[in-house]
């Protein structure tokens, strides 16, 4: 798989101007990998997507195969802990949904989901992701 092609992918995600044709074209590739994480923030095509709140580009991500939604950035946070800090409640649903998603992460601070919602101020995703953690036990 090529660093290049893998990178285009994350550059038309990145692009603010996101062309989604582009985007569709990229993940029908044989040899896209769509958890390729980019040199300067380690952050994969589902993360900046996440961060652009492109939920378009979230949900063709979520159904493509071989997608691990739970791979952090250097930071250490992946696509849940990134949209639940920025109020994105529609990109929190789709991935609290997906069928690999770990409830139980941490960040490289030690906050799971719910801290880290709340200690952005966005106390109603807080809520949400508190209630569909307790609605699955």
């Not at 603010?16 to 029908?28: E, F, G, P, Q, R």
């Not at 791979?71 to 849940?80: I, Q, W």
């Not at 929190?92 to 992460?105: F, P, Q, R, W």
């Not at 919602?117 to 209630?131: K, L, P, V």
């Amino acid at each position: 798989m090529s660093d290049k092609v893998n990178n285009k992918l994350i550059d038309a995600i990145k692009d603010i101007n996101m062309d989604i044709t582009a985007v569709k074209l990229l993940l029908d590739r044989k040899d896209i990998d769509v958890n390729f994480k980019d040199k300067n923030m380690g952050r994969t095509a589902l993360i900046w997507a996440t961060l652009r709140n492109y939920t378009d580009v979230v949900g063709l991500l979520l159904n493509h195969n071989g997608i691990d939604v739970n791979t952090k950035d250097k930071d250490g946070y992946n696509a849940l802990m990134q949209a639940s800090t920025r109020g994105y409640t529609f990109v929190v649903n789709m991935l609290l949904h997906h069928k690999d998603i770990d409830l139980d992460v941490k960040d490289s601070y030690g906050d799971d989901l719910v801290t880290r919602a709340a200690n952005s101020g966005e106390r109603y995703i807080a809520e949400m992701i508190n209630n569909f953690i307790k609605n699955k036990q």
